[in-house]
């Protein structure tokens, strides 16, 4: 009675109270009772277990099967084997949360996991909403992964598509391979056919190749700001998609996204749904889902890059090739397209054990296009500052940097005319100081996982100076810097957060930050003859 625990091979059983019989390795579990084995968990108002054999019921029961993340729910559940289950008034979901995406619901199920599960008088549901019956239905509950069709989409629009079909057949090349074969029917535009192939070498080497292909048989007739279309006879439409990543050590890696599609009109004609879509992901984490951009139709433009990155603790190197795709221009030959890029950040150390800081920021940029000017851009830019404690509660940072630029265009645009330099120079210099403060308290939040929350309050006022650089003679690619005089005032909130993960290890992340910030620009005043 009370709290009670039972460990036993591979498991264990917890409840308000338990009757065990130690002859015939019955136990009976009642109150929040709980039972964990391998790595699944069962739960209910009441528990029915043999020991030995792992089997028993559960009343008004829930069970995690951990091995293919499937939740299951029912008034009873019969656990009849190591890996099969009864369910009464079930639930079958693959959706976590309290309120599913989907979910199969049904009279009786039996389910197998690694196998098939069947459903008598079962619904297929979207959230809360049933959307068809069946009296019975075989689904897969497979925790491996499985060739065969994907569940279809279904869409209708009278204007657009029209009858919209789509039926995905997956094929499991190998455990480290897999497609995945697209075959898309619009009524009014015709079959378009997608693959998508996915591979996974090892965790620092892994990729995707997604590519899909229309002869759009619809007629369009219409015009959007400097672009327009008529279209009267079929138009071969289609885009590709390469995603690599391979990391060679900790902070060293190369990684290219490269997107290319046919038309300008490609993401407003598929922008209800397509794969780039299907793919988002804002944070970049999974390995498989890389797309960093809203594929619909407010996207003005696309960047393809390839990047080699090392990100060591003093400095990081960047190579970059960059091409962008303009969606808002009839063509692409006046867009500026950087490869190489070359970059080198230093962090801010002191300099020569002096109470000086410094670091040091480089670049170099080869601009191309077709037409309009191009060239080559080198810029270095050193800094130096002088932090200084006032007191306890507040530092001064003077701050001093000069940037230079130079430029060298091998274009042919106005190579006759005067006075247009070809090859010149910038130099910028910025000075300034920053006055701040800070303020923190720690909040003990003593969860599962987060265990407490700083908050700091930052106020600062930060003064910039920047002479007016002569830069009339400077091509159209680099980039203009105007002649500063001003105070900015600002007000930072940061939340960080400090993490426990499940194996007892500290993390800390920061999970917010707000920064409201206003700046005043100094007007020279002439003076009055009065």
């Not at 019975?136 to 279809?152: D, E, H, M, N, V």
């Not at 455990?175 to 009014?188: E, L």
């Not at 997608?194 to 759009?216: C, H, I, K, N, P």
């Not at 265990?451 to 002569?470: A, S």
């Amino acid at each position: 009675q009370g709290n009670v625990i039972i460990t036993f091979s591979e498991g264990v059983l917890k409840a308000d109270s338990v009757y065990l019989n130690k002859a015939t390795n019955q136990a009976l579990a009642e109150g929040n009772a709980s039972l964990k084995s391998g790595g699944d968990l069962l739960e209910g108002d009441a528990l029915t277990f043999d020991i030995e054999t792992k089997n028993g019921a559960a009343k008004n029961g829930r069970i995690f099967v951990s091995r293919n993340h499937v939740y299951l729910k029912g008034k009873r559940i019969e656990k009849e084997g190591e890996a099969s289950y009864r369910i009464y008034e079930g639930k079958v979901t693959t959706c976590d949360g309290a309120d599913p995406d989907w979910s199969i619901t049904g009279k009786e199920m039996a389910v197998t996991v690694d196998g098939y599960g069947t459903v008598k008088h079962g619904k297929f549901n979207i959230g809360r909403t049933p959307v068809f019956y069946t009296p019975y239905l075989i689904f897969p509950a497979k925790t491996t992964r499985q060739s065969g069709f994907l569940l279809p989409a279904f869409a209708y629009s009278k204007d657009k598509d029209g009858v919209d079909i789509e039926l995905p057949f997956f094929w499991a090349i190998s455990p480290n391979m897999d497609a995945t074969f697209y075959q898309r029917y619009m009524s009014k535009r015709g079959l378009k056919e997608g693959v998508e192939f996915r591979y996974f070498m090892s965790q620092d080497s892994y990729g995707t190749f997604y590519a899909d292909y229309l002869d759009d048989h619809k007629e369009i007739k219409e015009t959007s700001g400097a672009i327009s279309r008529d279209w009267q006879s079929d138009q071969q439409r289609g885009s590709f998609y390469l995603n690599h990543q391979t990391t060679f050590s900790p902070g060293f890696y190369l990684r290219s996204d490269i997107y290319k599609v046919s038309d300008n009109w490609y993401f407003k004609d598929f922008s209800s749904q397509n794969y780039y879509r299907k793919n988002y992901s804002a944070d970049s984490t999974h390995p498989f889902k890389q797309i960093p951009f809203k594929a619909d139709k407010s996207l003005t433009s696309l960047d393809s890059t390839v990047r080699l990155v090392k990100d060591a603790e003093l400095y990081n190197v960047t190579a970059l090739a960059r091409y962008t795709d303009d969606f808002t221009s009839p063509s692409n030959d006046q867009t500026l397209q950087k490869y190489p890029e070359v970059k080198l950040f230093t962090i801010n150390r002191p300099f020569l054990g002096t109470p000086l800081y410094g670091m040091l920021n480089a670049t170099y940029d080869y601009f191309y296009r077709t037409e309009g000017q191009k060239g080559h851009l080198y810029e270095i830019q050193p800094m130096a500052s002088l932090p200084v404690r006032l007191g306890k509660y507040a530092q001064l940072i003077p701050q001093f940097s000069v940037r230079e630029t130079v430029w060298d265009r091998d274009d042919d645009e106005d190579k006759d005319s005067s006075p247009v330099t070809r090859h010149g120079d910038r130099q910028v210099i910025t000075m300034g100081a920053n006055l701040n403060t800070e303020f923190a308290r720690i909040y003990h939040v003593g969860g599962a996982q987060l265990e407490k929350i700083r908050h700091v309050i930052k106020p600062e006022l930060t003064y910039t100076y920047i002479p007016d650089p002569d830069q009339e003679d400077a091509p159209d690619y680099v980039s203009r810097i105007d002649e500063t005089n001003s105070f900015t005032y600002a007000l930072t909130n940061i939340w960080t957060a400090k993490l426990k993960g499940q194996d007892g290890s500290t993390s800390y992340r920061e999970v917010a930050r707000l920064k409201l910030y206003q700046t005043y620009e100094i007007e020279d005043v002439p003076l009055s003859d009065d």
